[in-house]
């Protein structure tokens, strides 16, 4: 996961979600998969911070708690992609600009 510091305010935000990406993940003790963090990957145009899961290669724009929540329990514990999330796909690239500016909640964000 990207910690910023661009697409949040000095990475503060970025920053905390990573620990409750770790809290969420230690909370499901069946759940094998490790995280790391990294500065700014710049890809995301300050619309991140992107959570990316390998091997899938698969790059989620992170833009919430909600949006964690679902990358946690739909991607790593159900094997299952959160398309509306996805950023980027190893093989096929970025994916539509539209994913970047909608919400979790399905509304348009103005970019």
């Known amino acids: 996961m990207c910690t910023g510091p661009l697409c949040t305010e000095g990475g503060v935000a970025a ?4 620990k409750r990406l770790g809290d969420s993940i230690d909370a499901r003790p069946n759940l094998r ?7 700014c990957m710049v890809v995301c145009k300050n619309k991140g911070p992107l959570v990316v899961v390998y ?3 698969v790059w989620y724009q992170c833009k919430d708690e909600v949006a ?3 990358i946690v329990t739909e991607h790593l ?3 299952q992609l959160v ?3 996805i950023f980027h796909k190893l093989g096929e690239g970025d994916i539509d600009d539209a994913v970047l500016n909608t ?3 399905g509304t348009t964000i103005n970019a």
């Open 33 to 39: 998969v490790k995280r790391t963090r990294t500065h």
């Open 55 to 57: 091997p899938e290669g």
């Open 15 to 18: 920053e905390a979600m990573f």
């Open 77 to 79: 514990e159900q094997g």
């Open 68 to 70: 964690l929540n679902r």
């Open 83 to 85: 398309e509306d999330l």
């Open 103 to 105: 919400s979790t909640d």
